[in-house]
Structure formats: structure tokens, C-alpha cells
């Protein structure tokens, strides 16, 4: 069950300030993209989601977008802030962590998504903070909605 739980909950991305990065000492956000920034079919950042890496960037704190969506999504995206990405990342599986562990040894990492089964659990399994956020829309994938079904439950019994 540990490797279910993040370690903070938020309801929208833009609470996870760089002030609180910055006094919890994190130097790396790895963030999630589809229903985490923008709805997964919002090819470019919203005005809202580019305000708030900008103001992480202005803080030094470094981003790298991490999707389990395919290459050209994650490619556009990221491009817009001129960021490294990496795209079919397989969350949960630590390949791509580790990948981006071989990049940025030194960083203190910390990990935003809105989904348990792959951002939570991926970063989990490599000891990183988690931070899951609410999901920006509901309406998904159908592999998505079984996920948030067992979210939904997870919540109940932590609640409890
Ligand atoms: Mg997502």
C-alpha cells in the first residue's frame, strides 16, 4: 500500500508553488503532462500551465516533462518551453527514471502527476517525492477511468 500513497496530495498543479520546491529543497520537478497540465487532447500548454513553469524556471528549479503519451505529443509540448522531455516512458516501469537519473545525478527530485497507477507508483518506486494532483477533466481513456475507480478507494481507506 506505501507505494500507492504520494507523499502530498494538491487539487491543481499551480499549488505546488516554487516556493515550496524551493523550501523542501528540490531542484528537479518531473511532471507529468495529460490531465496533470492540460487535458490530454490540449496539444500546447494553457496560459495558466506556461505561467507556472515559467514562474519555476525564473526560480532555477529544473522540468522535465515525463509522459507515457507518444513521442510528437510530448515533443510539441515541451518544445513550447524548450524543455527535455521524455515521451512513452512506461510509468510505472523505473527504465525512464533511471534514464533521467543517469542525466541528473545530483538532483533532489520531485515528481507531479495525476495518477496513482503510473506517477505515483513510478516515482514511489524510486523513492522520489510524489505529488498528485487532482485531475484537470474526467472524461479519458478507458484504462484511465478504471484507474480512478481504485483511486477513489485508495482515498476512502487512507481517509479512514
Ligand atoms: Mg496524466
Not at 496530495?9 to 490531465?35: G, M, P, Q, R, Y
Not at 503519451?69 to 527504465?95: D, G, H, Q
Request: hydrophobic share 40%.
Amino acid at each position: 500500500m506505501k507505494l500507492l500513497k504520494p507523499n502530498k496530495f494538491v487539487n491543481h498543479f499551480s499549488e505546488l508553488t516554487a516556493e515550496f520546491l524551493l523550501a523542501n529543497k528540490f531542484t528537479l520537478l518531473v511532471c507529468d503532462i495529460d490531465n496533470t497540465l492540460v487535458a490530454h487532447d490540449e496539444k500546447l500548454p494553457s496560459l495558466e500551465a506556461k505561467k507556472y513553469i515559467d514562474s519555476l524556471l525564473q526560480k532555477q528549479i529544473k522540468v522535465v516533462f515525463m509522459s507515457n503519451n507518444y513521442e510528437e505529443r510530448v515533443k510539441t509540448f515541451s518544445e513550447v518551453f524548450n524543455l527535455p522531455y521524455i515521451a512513452f516512458a512506461k510509468k510505472p516501469l523505473k527504465k525512464s527514471y533511471k534514464k533521467l537519473l543517469e542525466k541528473y545525478p545530483n538532483e533532489n527530485i520531485i515528481c507531479l502527476g495525476d495518477q496513482i497507477m503510473t506517477d505515483v507508483i513510478g516515482g514511489n518506486r524510486m523513492h522520489f517525492y510524489t505529488v498528485k494532483t487532482k485531475p484537470l477533466f474526467e472524461k479519458d481513456l478507458f484504462s484511465t477511468k478504471i484507474n480512478r475507480k481504485i483511486e477513489k478507494l485508495l482515498q476512502k481507506y487512507w481517509e479512514e
